[in-house]
């Protein structure tokens, strides 16, 4: 069975979207064309048939539903037969590791890799699982300033349901920005932690979304290092934003709000790796303590004054990178 070569394994809302984007265009990296097959996170488990998926309340059902319906809204002519081949045994067949495998048959000649950021909260059961199956996988995470990240995923949540700022209420944005599987989702340490109790430093990639922003051609031919292909080939850097979301401002009350709440994950990161999570703590302690006067504040924070004040005096150069390198840096 072929299994993948490597798992983008997340964070959500830190760069995996361009990452997957990106890394496709690899002559000898393959991707499915779902970004995301949430495979160990959640089909894992599933039971029951094809009626469940039509019918059932579970979010893998709603997710596969939308995913059926985007298919069928394409049109004809752009279909391939691989394509669809592909698609009815994503969609028709049951979930189980000689399934998952399956998928990647096509890249069976490349490099082959899955990106599904909830994979990044997995518990030590299921990572022990995936190392079991695939002990040689490289796995890549990608991190986010911890003030920005939460804000960015209510915003997203916001968009997908077609609603603007305006449309929740100050407490409903505080329980999205406090809810516990956000904070999961931003513990970059433990997750960290948790992949490399079963995986070694050298074959797990930590990245950091300022590179996306500032060095996003260094940031790919790192990564095809990591990953083994050629980085003199022909591949395509995704200069513009993606899923950028409504906001290039993130109300003050909020960014302070977040700053106090992740202030001590914030400090923890720039002890361990320095760099931009210096900068994260940076931010962090700027709101705390004196706040902008204005309610709103420039958003990312590298767009925002903070950044030139955490600049001055430093050399700024990319960070991200196997993690021996990266710890070995922060050192």
Request: aromatic letters at 14%.
């Amino acid at each position: 069975m072929v299994y993948p070569d490597f798992l983008v394994v997340g964070a959500q809302k830190a760069g995996t979207t361009w990452l997957y984007r990106s890394l496709r265009t690899h002559p000898q990296v393959w991707m499915p064309r779902e970004k995301e097959l949430h495979y160990f996170d959640e089909k894992i488990r599933l039971d029951g048939g094809l009626f469940s998926r039509l019918r059932g309340d579970r979010p893998a059902d709603w997710r596969w539903r939308r995913q059926v319906k985007s298919r069928l809204k394409r049109s004809r002519k752009d279909l391939k037969w691989r394509d669809v081949a592909w698609d009815l045994k994503y969609f028709l067949r049951e979930p189980n590791d000689r399934w998952y495998a399956s998928l990647f048959d096509p890249g069976d000649d490349q490099i082959a890799g899955e990106t599904t950021p909830d994979y990044s909260i997995l518990g030590k059961r299921t990572i022990s699982h995936v190392r079991d199956i695939m002990p040689e996988a490289k796995i890549i995470l990608m991190m986010r300033n911890p003030v920005e990240r939460p804000w960015s995923v209510a915003d997203m949540g916001r968009r997908i349901k077609g609603e603007s700022l305006e449309d929740a209420s100050e407490d409903e944005y505080y329980a999205q920005l406090d809810n516990r599987r956000v904070r999961l989702m931003t513990d970059y340490l433990k997750m960290l932690e948790n992949w490399s109790a079963f995986y070694p430093e050298e074959q797990i990639f930590a990245g950091f979304l300022e590179d996306i922003h500032f060095f996003p051609e260094e940031l790919l031919l790192k990564l095809y290092e990591f990953l083994g292909v050629d980085s003199s080939a022909k591949y395509r850097i995704i200069r513009r934003k993606i899923h950028s979301g409504f906001q290039s401002t993130m109300p003050t009350r909020y960014a302070v709000h977040l700053a106090n709440s992740y202030y001590d994950e914030t400090r923890r990161l720039s002890e361990r790796f320095g760099g931009y999570a210096s900068f994260w703590l940076h931010c962090a302690h700027r709101l705390i303590e004196d706040p902008p006067t204005g309610e709103q504040v420039p958003y990312p924070f590298w767009e925002s004054p903070l950044w030139a004040e955490w600049k001055e005096g430093r050399e700024v150069a990319m960070q991200s990178g196997p993690l021996p390198s990266v710890w070995a840096a922060s050192g």
